[in-house]
């Protein structure tokens, strides 16, 4: 698995209520059959709690590297995902998250993977 303490965080740098998104463009893992690559996508949404709640945002440099993390990693799509989530919880004690993973198909199927923590808005909980 990854390593959830590469994830650096800093304060909320406010008190009004904000969303966060994060795309990962470039997200790769091995599939622990094949040991071939996967490829995907990962979007990160949370809203940070109130800086007087002690709220704290993640640090990109700190997310990216963490996401390489998984390079080598021969882990299935919905471990990832979940993985990410608790880690990115853990790290932000947000007020919600919501992770989606979106993988390239391979034998004509292609994955949409989503881990949600806290009472996500309706308008982020999809089709």
Not at 24 to 31: L, V, W, Y
């Amino acid at each position: 698995m990854a390593d959830p303490s590469i994830l650096e965080t800093f304060p909320t740098p406010t008190d009004q209520p904000f969303v966060i998104e994060h795309v990962a463009e470039e997200f790769t893992s091995r599939c622990p059959k094949t040991g071939h690559p996967d490829f995907g996508v990962v979007t990160l949404r949370y809203q940070p709690r109130s800086a007087a709640d002690g709220g704290t945002c993640v640090e990109l440099k700190s997310l990216k590297l963490y996401y390489q993390d998984f390079r080598e990693q021969g882990i299935y799509y919905e471990a990832v995902t979940n993985a990410i989530c608790a880690d990115l919880v853990a790290a932000l004690n947000p007020a919600w998250l919501q992770i989606i993973t979106s993988w390239k198909g391979r034998g004509g199927i292609r994955s949409d993977i989503r881990a949600d923590y806290g009472d996500v808005p309706s308008h982020y909980r999809g089709r």
